[in-house]
């Protein structure tokens, strides 16, 4: 069974706040997905809401998981990676060359190029968004649908200035990256064509691995073992979503997709477990 149509990524809905400044709703269902904007500079504010989004830092990959936080410039030419397939977040894009004198952002005190160079410059900043953060993306992601572009504005004002109020330490989950190489090409393989039974121990060696080692890679990664997340693809297939377009300008009606359902249908596992 192939796959190509019907694990879709849903269209993002992007509203531009000022030249230079984007703010996305996203619901992806696709493990690669190029970044909705060319800006040669893109600086990206990740909100995670659930899922994950694996994103290059050096010879690492942070891996960006809900309730979580992150600031990153977007490597050039290279496609978001979301690990397992779904990703949700509210995502603020910025390209810090385009910001004008005299946008909102610099009204209101923030200088987008110290920002920047102060989340970014060692690299991916991640931490875990505080309680005042989760209750501003909930409020955006619930008013998608009817909030003016001053309140997207302030929205986005509050959010970075409590990001800025964090304590400044990253906290997140870092893969080297050769693990997320393979586990993405392993993906991959696996979702190109579901009729093709790929056992874990066929994939092992194919990257040159054992059994073991690529279960664990799997779960680094995925956060979940390499059978349960086939187990929630093949649900997908089998129950695609009746519609993947999102509603006309909002996120407030649109359901999550199935294979979104099948997933928190799964018990939770431990981070640690290699199985």
Known sequence: MKTDNLIPAAPLDRRELAPGVQLCFTRLDAPLCPPPLDWPRLLVFDFCRSGRRAIPDGAQYAIVTEGHAAVSFAVPGADFYLPGSQ???LQLFIDPDAVQADSFLTLMGLEIGGIADYFCRGGVHCCPMSDAITAIVDEVWDDAAYAAPGELRYAAVRLLYELLRLPDEADT?????????????AETLVLQDLSVR???RELADHFGLSESGFKLYCQNVLGEGYLAWKEVIEKYVKEPPSCCARPPSGCRTSPPGSAMRARAALPRRSTTSSA
Do not use: D
Request: proline residues 11%; positive net charge; aromatic residues 6%.
């Open 87 to 89: 990703y949700e977040a």
């Open 173 to 185: 989950a870092r893969c080297p990256a050769r693990q997320v190489e393979c586990v993405r090409e």
């Open 198 to 200: 790929r056992p874990a």
